[in-house]
Nanobody, 120 residues
Framework: QVQLVESGGGLAQPGGSLRLSCAAS????????MGWYRQAPGKQRELVAR???????NYADSVKGRFTISRDNAKNTVYLQVNSLKPEDTAVYYC??????????????WGQGTQVTVSS
């Protein structure tokens, strides 16, 4: 099994910041790319950011310059620093990780989601 446990969500004011964390645990051979999706009620799921094992990162246009994704390979953890928050950032944020369970079995694991609410 691969479990992803998220933390760090909460309530922030416009212009505020949060740091989301997602830690992988369980039985696996290695972790590959990791990233974050978000989904607001009535909206499509959106890929926010992703990062490879060599720290190559990509961002949605809506968050460029405000969000930063990073990872700690020793801890199998991915982070999302969210700055200059806007009400439009309000959503449930889900992390994911690509994992090699064995030398031949690939699996994409998902976190349980963490709520980010941006409001005055």
């Amino acid at each position: 099994q691969v479990q992803l446990v998220e933390s760090g969500g909460g309530l922030a004011q416009p212009g505020g910041s949060l740091r989301l964390s997602c830690a992988a645990s369980g039985s696996f051979f290695s972790i590959g790319a990791m990233g974050w999706y978000r989904q607001a009620p009535g909206k499509q799921r959106e890929l926010v950011a992703r990062i490879t094992t060599d720290d190559s990162a990509n961002y949605a246009d809506s968050v460029k310059g405000r969000f930063t994704i990073s990872r700690d390979n020793a801890k199998n953890t991915v982070y999302l620093q969210v700055n200059s928050l806007k009400p439009e950032d309000t959503a449930v944020y889900y992390c994911y990780a690509g994992a090699m369970l064995t030398s031949t079995q690939f699996y994409t694991a998902w976190g349980q989601g963490t709520q980010v609410t941006v409001s005055s």
